[in-house]
T-cell receptor, first 112, second 111 residues
Framework: SAVISQKPSRDICQRGTSLTIQCQVD?????MFWYRQQPGQSLTLIAT?????????ESGFVIDKFPISRPNLTFSTLTVSNMSPEDSSIYLC?????????FGPGTRLTVT | GENVEQHPSTLSVQEGDSAVIKCTYS??????FPWYKQELGKGPQLIID?????GEKKDQRIAVTLNKTAKHFSLHITETQPEDSAVYFC??????????FGPGTRLSVLP
């Protein structure tokens, strides 16, 4: 398995600003993922972030809005840019190891 | 692409009873089926998984069964306890593809 931490755990932000979420894993992993979970909903994949390459974004998500960095095999960041109230969600970091996927505790974002 | 349906969306059981959640998938090439438990304010936790070469897997009070012909798999929780109350998500994956999650089931275990 993998132990994943995220910072911040929650934040309240004003519209038009940006927030960077950090994800730290306790072991080296090739594949990291960022998900969004809107209130009462399932998990929606934003992008896949592999070290040494550009992130791959899913339909409906673009790099300008959700830039991702993956500087090494244990760390990644997701930035939510130019936020609006519609961006209020839980953002989850996930890693794949040994064929299974594990999730961090999430970052609860509220945009006012 | 893969599509995963999950039923029921909500489930209430008395403490000590069994709970069953069922998922169906569309892509016959899917070969890995995990189940996640998400408690309020926490990230999803992998609780059990099954691969397509196995029909059933057990871990203490939880079990998962897979019917590849019918393309469905189920989570079984026996002797439910209040701490089993959570939202449960299933997922189906074809190796090398992205995980596709079901919409979730909110389980309430009533004391």
């Amino acid at each position: 398995s993998a132990v994943i931490s995220q910072k911040p755990s929650r934040d309240i932000c004003q519209r038009g600003t940006s927030l960077t979420i950090q994800c730290q894993v306790d072991s080296q992993v090739t594949m990291m993922f960022w998900y969004r979970q809107q209130p009462g909903q399932s998990l929606t994949l934003i992008a896949t972030a592999n070290q040494g390459s550009e992130a791959t974004y899913e339909s409906g998500f673009v790099i300008d809005k959700f830039p991702i960095s993956r500087p090494n095999l244990t760390f990644s960041t997701l930035t939510v840019s130019n936020m609006s109230p519609e961006d209020s969600s839980i953002y989850l970091c996930s890693v794949e190891t040994s064929g299974a996927q594990y999730f961090g505790p999430g970052t609860r974002l509220t945009v006012t | 692409g893969e599509n995963v349906e999950q039923h029921p969306s909500t489930l209430s059981v008395q403490e000590g009873d069994s709970a069953v959640i069922k998922c169906t998938y569309s892509d016959s090439a899917s070969n890995y089926f995990p189940w996640y438990k998400q408690e309020l304010g926490k990230g999803p936790q992998l609780i059990i998984d099954i691969r397509s070469n196995v029909g059933e897997k057990k871990d203490q009070r939880i079990a998962v069964t897979l019917n590849k012909t019918a393309k469905h798999f189920s989570l079984h929780i026996t002797e439910t306890q209040p701490e089993d109350s959570a939202v449960y998500f299933c997922a189906a994956i074809n190796y090398g593809q992205n995980f596709v999650f079901g919409p979730g089931t909110r389980l309430s275990v009533l004391p």
